[in-house]
């Protein structure tokens, strides 16, 4: 029989349980580790962390056969008698940390106290509960003493250091045993620092009583850019840590080497993409030369003043349709399009002036009502853009090759070669459009391939995180070098720029009329809610707690970043950029240590780590500026398929990244087939369909103004946003209870 028998610990307090950081410097003084154990069952495991005990402290004259009962059940040699795990609230709720366990031995082997640590090669599978454990702490006492000195209470001290991912990632990447002794060491030198800073705050508390009244009336008051000076005096202290602190290992470079490349590739190549379609849309007046230029100057300001540089910049679809809009507009003042520019300045500036106002009045403080329902909803959208485009352009290409040959009167027995003449003369070829469909397969099939390659049982664990960081890379790199030279004979429209015109040429600025100055002004406020909204629900998404970020968020700051880098684009008139999904949160996970857990045979992954640094958008926006010397060529050998197919695997890629996603599948899904999901335990079939579905509805709102209708109805695309966050917070609460909502649409 196996008697299990369970009970909730809290963490320990070491600010206020003086003998828990006692119990850390007394394992301190004589640390005994087992550094990157090959063994790979439980009782040799075992057996050599109490001979090491033995032999690194003789004077205990230590009963190894006793002292291996008290942890090892004699009946059955896997079978733990009693030990310590932590619990991780996830997305997916309550799980167990598998990573490492506390094993707690009671025994008159010892007259004192015993620690010892162990950090295992490769993860060792316990059981259910335990698959992937790393660390090992035993921890053994005399089974009579004070209660303080419990081996429960000693194991509660070292398993609250451990459950600290950050500890435990420290701990993971350092070469020697005391390397990871020094690493504790470290940590209680952190936590006495922190206890110092609370004594010393409870005093200035104290002291200030007496002032209680005015101090209120000074925090209260409010003033133009405080939230924005509050945002500064945040990210400022750490403005340094962002270029130094995170480059110092082969992991961390490698990580970020991966993450510039991912950025260089999924900026600069759909940049090209919008700048045709710019350049379309607006008769050349904008074209793919200018996104490069405007990406890479606002980038790389990006990368120097912006307070969370994790945040991705870049134009998008709903810029490039209101610059369709500008244009049109345009029109009604000079026929030749010859006041564009100037109209297109003034409503840039327009909109720079709103997000510098919506800055320094801290208007970003209502996403506090963005909840991750609304947070998802604008991500899958994002997500179907990115689809439709891609659809959209091998449509246009059927179209304008794929056609018959009928309307010559040619008979069906028609000489072949004469057939093709004709088609041949009329714009018609077959080939043309299959191939383009073919090169937006293999592009996506190759990345998605190569991105899922990482949970596969190949190779071992850090190579296949280091074969996945470059799936986009691959990607692009087969599509072109199929649509290039396998099938060079195939004749692809490749894009085009105007040579002549300057990288930074000031607009000509035309004096306006009233009306269009109005117009530009109504056109710019429009325009800064967009901005407004996608660029803090990408700020958002980032803060997420799950990505366990440490430097704090600066929406305020980076709001009024966004203006002045839109007001310098305006006067060049170069595309407009905003924070933008989903490459912002594919960045975070570019840089970020997962750990994998498996639940009940589902796979589950949780950060632990993000490094939070500005070198990777700095030196890929660097690239992107060096790029433009290749415009247009080489660059134009890639084919127009691949930048689509990417434009699909970007919205793939990211579909993992959303709880609306796992409850749309479950639709689809047996029941008795569900994964482990905390909702599914708390929330009633029936009302997380209903959620979902309501969720989708308000999806298929946004995608009906932005796919469907004339140009002028997708300019209200960002109120449709803004009416998301009052349908969650006004009405679902109606709908569905408050306890349910918070299981589904809870804190990220």
Not at 312 to 338: M, Q
Request: proline letters at 4%; charged letters at 20%; hydrophobic letters at 45%.
């Amino acid at each position: 029989l196996y008697h299990t028998k369970r009970k909730i610990l809290n963490l320990k307090n070491y600010h206020d349980e003086a003998r828990a950081m006692r119990d850390i410097e007394k394992f301190l003084t004589q640390p005994i580790v087992l550094f990157k154990v090959h063994h790979t069952l439980w009782e040799d495991i075992v057996e050599e962390m109490i001979q090491k005990l033995a032999r690194e402290k003789p004077e205990l004259k230590l009963d190894i056969y006793a002292t291996l009962k008290s942890v090892i059940c004699s009946a059955a040699d896997y079978v733990i008698p009693e030990c310590i795990q932590g619990i991780t609230e996830t997305s997916h709720g309550p799980t167990t940390e598998q990573s490492f366990i506390t094993v707690i031995g009671n025994t008159n082997a010892v007259t004192d106290t015993q620690v010892v640590m162990c950090l295992l090669e490769k993860p060792f599978n316990f059981g259910i509960g335990a698959e992937e454990i790393r660390f090992i702490c035993i921890v053994l006492c005399p089974t009579k003493g004070k209660h303080t000195k419990s081996a429960v209470e000693v194991a509660r001290s070292y398993s609250t250091l451990l459950a600290d991912d950050r500890l435990r990632h420290n701990l993971l990447h350092t070469h020697s045993a005391e390397e990871f002794a020094h690493e504790f060491e470290i940590e209680c030198t952190r936590i006495q620092k922190e206890h110092e800073k609370r004594e010393k705050a409870a005093n200035t508390t104290n002291a200030s009583l007496k002032s209680k009244t005015s101090l209120v009336y000074r925090n209260t008051m409010f003033f133009p850019g405080r939230d924005l000076v509050d945002d500064f005096k945040r990210r400022a202290k750490h403005y340094l840590s962002d270029y130094i602190d995170d480059a110092k290992d082969c992991t961390s470079i490698q990580k970020m080497i991966s993450a510039t490349l991912f950025l260089y590739f999924s900026l600069l190549l759909p940049g090209i993409a919008f700048g045709v379609l710019n350049q379309y849309y607006t008769h050349g007046k904008i074209d793919a030369k200018n996104v490069i230029v405007s990406q890479a100057l606002a980038g790389l300001l990006w990368a120097v003043f912006s307070g969370q540089p994790l945040v991705v910049i870049r134009t998008t679809i709903p810029v490039v349709i209101y610059t369709k809009i500008i244009y049109i507009i345009s029109l009604n003042w000079a026929e030749d399009g010859s006041f564009f520019y100037t109209f297109y300045t003034m409503t840039g500036l327009s909109n720079s002036f709103f997000l510098i106002v919506y800055a320094l009045t801290g208007v970003s403080k209502i996403m506090a009502y963005c909840s991750r329902s609304t947070d998802e909803i604008v991500g899958l959208f994002i997500s179907i853009a990115f689809a439709v485009d891609s659809v959209k352009y091998i449509v246009k290409e059927f179209n304008l090759h794929y056609c018959f040959s009928e309307a010559t009167g040619l008979a069906n027995g028609t000489d072949g070669l004469v057939k093709r003449a004709v088609d041949a003369a009329q714009g018609c070829n077959t080939t043309v459009p299959i191939l383009n469909l073919l090169l937006v397969c293999l592009t996506v099939y190759v990345g998605v391939q190569i991105f899922n390659f990482k949970y596969s049982p190949y190779l071992n664990a850090d190579k296949r995180v280091l074969v996945a960081d470059y799936a986009l890379v691959v990607a692009v790199a087969v599509g072109t070098f199929v649509g290039t030279y396998v099938f060079a004979d195939v004749k692809m429209a490749k894009f085009a720029v105007d040579e002549e015109r300057a990288l930074f040429q000031l607009v000509d600025f035309q004096t306006p009329p009233a009306v269009a100055i109005a117009a530009a002004i109504g056109l710019g406020f429009v325009m800064s809610i967009l901005f407004f909204m996608e660029g803090n629900i990408s700020e958002s998404v980032v803060n997420n707690p799950s990505n366990k970020l440490k430097k704090g968020s600066a929406f305020h700051q980076d709001m009024f970043v966004t203006g002045l880098i839109n007001a310098i684009l305006s006067i060049f008139c170069l595309p407009w950029v905003h924070g933008s999904l989903p490459h912002s949160p594919l960045h975070v996970r570019a840089l970020a240590d997962i750990e994998e857990h498996i639940e009940n045979g589902h796979l589950t992954e949780k950060i632990v780590y993000v490094r939070e640094t500005r070198l990777t958008t700095l030196c890929s926006h660097i690239m992107i500026g060096i790029s433009i010397i290749m415009i247009p060529y080489p660059l134009n050998m890639i084919p127009i398929p691949v930048l689509y197919g990417l434009f699909i695997f970007l919205a793939i890629t990211c579909l993992g990244e959303f709880q609306m996603w796992e409850r749309f599948v479950l639709i689809f899904t047996e029941q008795n087939l569900y994964p482990p999901y905390h909702y599914v335990r708390k929330v009633p079939q029936k009302i997380i369909h209903c959620f979902t579905m309501i969720q989708l509805l308000q999806l298929g709102a946004l995608c009906l103004v932005s796919f469907g209708g004339s140009a002028y109805l997708k300019m209200f695309f960002p109120f449709v946003i803004i009416l998301l966050m009052p349908i969650r917070e006004k009405i679902l609460p109606k709908l569905i209870s408050d306890r349910h909502l918070s299981a589904l649409d809870g804190e990220h």
